[in-house]
């Protein structure tokens, strides 16, 4: 057997917790060796606690979220006494300038919250919705093919009604006590003042650029005269700040009706190339759902996350379901066979979800059926062998409506951010935020970019006849992956975790429950952890990782290996005495508490 868990592991572990003053004092050469973003000691030191594979240990709060100069905006909210709600309107302002690739104000979110003061569990669905005008064929050609994915995604047709502003201000209406112009402080004044470009960002740029130059505007912002900003660029966003000061004056109505509104549909409209369909009347009626929330039990914690329109809390519901009916805990991380009913529990998972997921407003989802533990345990029955599973076929789960859905494959490629929160109040915050691929449709209005968030429909509305749940239809939300998950053990959270990744999002954060639950990983040891995904019959394992040592052993059970590279950007926080925050080592955000 390899010690392939205890390999990644023992590189990075440190003996104990860091606290803030220890690690900046010791590290801080190699902070800037590293030519990471730089912000307070407090960031640094979060910095190298996360390369060092340490979580950061607190007693009040806790942030996790994907660039340290968000995780600072959220904090200094969360000191002066803020709540979860409120951070995150201060955190996910910033990220839309430092992280823009990822998510923003274009863009759409889900949010599940535990209120600490009544202990009740709520999601809200800022998911993006096709507009009135989008027909059945708004993603095929002529001849009723589907398009090229780059073909549909970079241009007007993608854009979808962006959702992120108005739950931003749904969340803050329901949870937040600061004032709402003081979550945009931190956030204009870092657009006028600028911010220095990360290695992350600019590799993206690099590799971008020439989608990126197809417009104007995003050109001018991105490559400005065709030259890619390197690592250290100071950049600004007049545009973005404006928009934001809009926005903190006058409310979300700012963005949904009025001139911003105006400015982002007559981009999509005239998208060079590639025009879309939006509307003003679609961003006027545009509304935030709250939704009761998808738990599912796991070893007797609940894990609670988004229902339709994600795909997440079901999918992950359904292989953590399936997996209950093995003693992951007493194999371990390091035998092969963990990972083959792993690997086998989601690709019977993601059959399920290719049929069954999709706008539970349009369609109508087994959502019991899925999660039903007889069911499951149904499932569970295939996968007792020591080979792979030859095919994963989508089951029966119960379903009090007799429809024959056909498979949907839609493509959705890595992308998105997660924020985890903990306030000094008892609430928690889990949030996955997203502009679908990364730099979205490429168009930029006012300082942001908008989303390709339709291009997570299914382009064909059949298969052989029959139709596909996810197929797009005027006002529906295209199907996520996004699972943001909030575990609960007798009513109260432990465990706050999301990921961004597209439809690997799933995979990260069962890894990062699996990790924690069943193998006693902190929640940096459990982000950090090599990721293997198997979602439709190839084994991928993360490259240059001690996951590549599994790929023999695989192979021998029947499976098709590949390695990848797998950016996961798991941020996670738990719950017990004391609040860990861990934070995804293959991106640059980080934890911080106090
Ligand atoms: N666009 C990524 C997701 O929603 O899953």
Redesign the pocket.
């Known amino acids: 057997m390899r010690q392939f868990a205890k390999l990644l592991l023992t590189s990075f572990l440190l003996p104990t917790f860091a606290t803030a003053e220890q690690t900046a004092d010791q590290f801080e050469p190699e902070l800037a060796g590293a030519g990471q973003v730089a912000t307070t000691p407090e960031s640094q030191a979060a910095e190298v606690a996360k390369l060092a594979g340490v979580p950061i240990e607190a007693q009040g709060w806790m942030i996790s979220a994907a660039h340290p100069l968000a995780v600072e905006a959220g904090a200094e909210i969360l000191r002066s006494g803020g709540t979860a709600a409120d951070a995150m309107v201060a955190v996910q302002v910033v990220l839309g300038l430092v992280e823009p690739q990822s998510s923003g104000l274009g863009g759409?979110a889900f949010l599940v919250w535990y209120d600490g003061e009544s202990g009740e569990l709520t999601t809200l669905d800022g998911?993006e919705t096709a507009p009135l005008a989008a027909t059945p064929t708004l993603f095929q050609d002529e001849a009723g093919e589907p398009l090229a994915f780059y073909d549909a995604v970079v241009g007007g047709r993608s854009v979808g009604t962006p959702g992120t502003v108005a739950l931003l201000e749904t969340a803050h209406q329901k949870w937040g006590t600061a004032e709402w112009p003081t979550l945009f402080v931190n956030g204009i004044a870092l657009a006028e003042n600028g911010f220095a470009v990360g290695p992350r960002l600019a590799k993206l740029i690099e590799g971008d650029a020439d989608r990126l130059s197809r417009f104007q505007t995003t050109r001018d912002y991105f490559v400005p005269d065709g030259v890619v900003p390197q690592v250290g660029h100071i950049l600004t966003n007049p545009e973005y700040a404006e928009t934001l000061k809009e926005i903190a004056g006058h409310g979300a109505g700012a963005f949904y009706t009025g001139e911003i509104a105006e400015d982002i549909v007559e981009t999509v409209l005239t998208a060079p190339g590639n025009p879309g369909v939006l509307s003003t009347l679609d961003l006027a009626i545009y509304q935030v759902k709250e939704r009761a929330p998808v738990c599912s039990d796991y070893r007797g914690y609940q894990i609670c996350g988004m229902g339709p329109p994600?795909?997440?809390a079901l999918t992950v519901g359904q292989i953590l379901g399936v997996l209950e009916n093995f003693d992951l805990a007493a194999l371990g991380p390091d035998d092969p066979q963990s990972w083959r009913l792993i690997g086998d529990a989601t690709r019977l998972g993601f059959a399920d979800r290719g049929r069954y997921m999709a706008d539970s407003d349009f369609v109508p989802v087994p959502t019991k059926g899925l999660l039903d533990p007889a069911y499951l345990a149904e499932r569970a029955e295939l996968l007792k062998r020591d080979t792979t599973l030859e095919q994963a076929l989508p089951g029966a789960p119960e379903f009090d409506h007799a429809l024959n859905w056909a498979d949907d494959i839609s493509i959705?490629l890595p992308?998105?951010s997660h924020i985890s929160i903990v306030d000094q109040y008892g609430n928690a915050l889990s949030m996955?935020t997203?502009?679908?691929?990364a730099f979205g449709s490429r168009l930029m209005v006012r300082g942001f970019l908008l989303n390709n968030?339709l291009t997570?429909f299914s382009f064909l509305t059949h298969d052989e006849g029959r139709p596909i749940a996810n197929a797009i239809a005027p006002g529906k939300r295209?199907?996520?992956?996004?699972a943001p998950t909030i575990v609960l053990k007798d009513g109260k959270p432990v465990l706050v975790v999301g990921s961004?990744g597209?439809?690997r999002?799933i995979s990260y954060v069962t890894k990062a429950i699996i990790a924690h639950l069943d193998w006693g990983m902190d929640v940096q040891e459990a982000a950090s952890f090599p990721n293997m995904i198997n979602r439709f019959g190839v084994y991928d394992l993360e490259a240059g990782t001690a996951a590549e040592e599994l790929a023999q052993d695989l192979q021998a059970m029947g499976f098709a290996t590949e390695n990848k590279d797998m950016t996961s950007g798991v941020h996670a926080i738990s719950i017990n005495e004391t609040l860990l925050g861990g934070a995804d080592p293959r991106r640059e955000g980080i934890a911080l508490g106090n």
């Open positions: 759409g998911r994600s795909s997440g959705e992308s998105t996955t997203t502009i679908e691929n968030e997570d295209p199907r996520s992956s996004m961004p597209g439809s999002i």
